[in-house]
């Protein structure tokens, strides 16, 4: 079966700008994570939806990112104003919502802010 | 908060040989621990976990130990290959929330 997919796979944009980071879930999974990878850097978490809601969002660096999910499926990480200290992989998950269930990763959206 | 951190952040073995990686977690409250290999351009594939109640768990050439005691746990590697050369990174969670913390990863390279 298909497993988390992500868009778009690279983007490049101009400081101050907005960007809209896709992730599609795995089919049926209600539990879905954000998370940033800097270079060479482990993984920081971001936010985590369960369902459309979204009861942790204590990783989200600042107001100028958000994120939402909607239909119980697709989610969007939006960052406004975009700075250079953004530029990062930025990674989706989906896991089926089970209390301590495999999250599985999709290949990650490379943002570059010059 | 919990803290994990991972060592070594490098490691060249030949092929063949053992790899371990170890990682020290601060929160006793974690009790779930993947282990997940990264390859270049690609998403983080889980490929190994452990739960806090077991001690050891073994998948073929890969294990994992637990020792809660001393808040450390470690990957094992046996029989190295080439295509085993990855970033691999720990992680933990504990059991009040969902999201994985996660070590600093290791670069490790199999040498032919």
């Known amino acids: 079966g298909a497993g988390v997919s992500q868009s778009p796979s690279n983007k490049v944009t101009e400081k101050g700008k907005d960007v809209e980071l896709r992730c599609d879930p795995i089919?049926?999974?209600?539990?879905l994570y954000w998370y940033r990878q800097s270079l060479g850097q482990g993984l920081e978490f971001l936010i985590y939806f369960q369902g459309n809601s979204a009861p942790d969002k204590s990783g989200l660096p600042s107001d100028r990112f958000s994120a939402e999910r909607t239909g119980g499926s697709v989610s969007t990480l939006t960052i406004q104003r975009t700075q250079q200290e953004d530029s990062a992989v930025y990674l989706c998950?989906?896991?089926?919502?089970?209390?301590?269930?495999?999250?599985?990763f999709g290949p990650g959206t490379r943002l570059l802010v010059l | 908060g919990e803290n994990v951190e991972q060592h070594p952040s490098t490691l060249s073995v030949q092929e063949g040989d053992s790899a371990v990686i170890k990682c020290t977690y601060s929160?006793?409250?974690?009790?779930?621990f993947p282990w997940y290999k990264q390859e270049l351009g690609k998403g983080p594939q889980l490929i190994i976990d452990?739960?806090?109640?077991?001690g050891e768990k073994k998948d073929q050439r890969i294990a994992v130990t637990l020792n809660k005691t001393a808040k450390h746990f470690s990957l094992h590697i046996t029989e190295t290959q080439p295509e085993d050369s990855a970033v691999y990174f720990c992680?933990?969670?504990?059991?009040?929330?969902?999201?994985?913390?996660f070590g600093s990863g290791t670069q490790l390279t199999v040498l032919p």
């Open positions: 452990i739960r806090s109640n077991v």
């Open positions: 998950a989906s896991s089926s919502g089970s209390f301590q269930e495999t999250q599985y």
């Open positions: 089919s049926g999974h209600t539990a």
């Open positions: 929160d006793s409250a974690s009790n779930y």
């Open positions: 992680a933990a969670t504990p059991g009040s929330a969902r999201q994985l913390t």
